[in-house]
């Protein structure tokens, strides 16, 4: 993962070609990928210089989806230069006030700007989906197996992997099923990927590993966010308004869904910071797992996931689950 902030070798000469060559480079803090961020400054021109490098990154799935959702009418960054042999990409930039922020020194606005964020995805989710390959049954599966083949070991757990396997195929197929017509899914929909713009709209990032799918994933990403506390009465609201218009059989069809895809998500994040401790020495991301749990445990109420409730039962117990992970373990 990416820890050394110095720009790119190559970032200098990128600039200069592109009419940037006077800018001053400031870094910008990144994510949990190998791709590092940069502001660009020259003059009253600013941007942000995506380093995206190659094998580990691809940029042209950002750059793709970036461009669908401009010419869907949405605010994804304008893409100012390229450099895919050196994946450099110059991106419009969208500031420093990020949804997360706003509500954490605002939280009176926490219902209308949820609410926005809502009304944002059933315009995404009317529009004609993306070209681009389907949230499938084995993606899915990729995802929740990430709980057993990480957090698992970390904890000395001997658990039915097989079995979890199993269960996660039968409870997706109605899911999967009902993905006809599919919506695109930006699959990190969340607070601190939002940007809360100048004109008051919503700014896009982070949605290079999208999908078609469900429509109920980015919902789900949002209100069971992985790095906010969002308050149950909060999500149920939100779920409420986004449901509105729907009749009673399908708002319960596409709840018994959300719960599914919840616990899908949130099982997958659990292996994904687990992983990101064992594997690359990032172990603050252990300090979610707490939220994590309390969010799986919230989604295996739903009966739809009974038989995952008794694999969970049966394999780690609730007394394992707030168990912190073994400092040699994590420290590997």
Known sequence: MATDMKPPAKAAEFLDQHGWGDAEMSAVAGDASFRRYFRVRDGDRRAILMDAPPPHEDPRPFINIAEYLKKSGFAAPAIFARDLEHGLVLLEDFGDQ?????????????????????????????????????????????????LTEWYCPAQQLEVDAEGFDAIWRTILRPVIAAQNPPVTVMRDYHAENIMLLEDGGFGLLDFQDALVGHPAYDLVSMLQDARRDVSDDL????????????????????????????????????????????????????????????????????????????????NIPAEVRGRPIPAAKAAR
């Open 235 to 314: 999500e149920q609201r939100m779920l409420d308004y986004y449901l509105a218009g729907h009749d009673d059989a399908a708002a319960e069809i596409f709840r018994g869904h959300y719960a599914i895809l919840g616990a899908q998500r949130n099982t997958k994040i659990i292996g994904i910071f687990t992983r990101l401790s064992e594997r690359d020495g990032k172990q603050r991301y252990l300090d979610f797992l707490p939220r994590m749990w309390r969010l799986l445990e919230k989604d295996l109420q739903h009966p739809a996931l009974a038989p995952m409730t008794k694999w969970f039962e049966r």
């Open 98 to 146: 990020r949804m997360r922020e706003h509500l954490d020194h605002h939280p009176e606005d926490e219902d209308i700007i949820y609410c926005q964020a809502i009304d944002l995805l059933r315009n995404l989710h009317k529009a004609p989906a993306a070209t681009i390959a389907a949230y499938d049954e084995a993606q899915y599966l990729r995802e929740a197996n990430l």
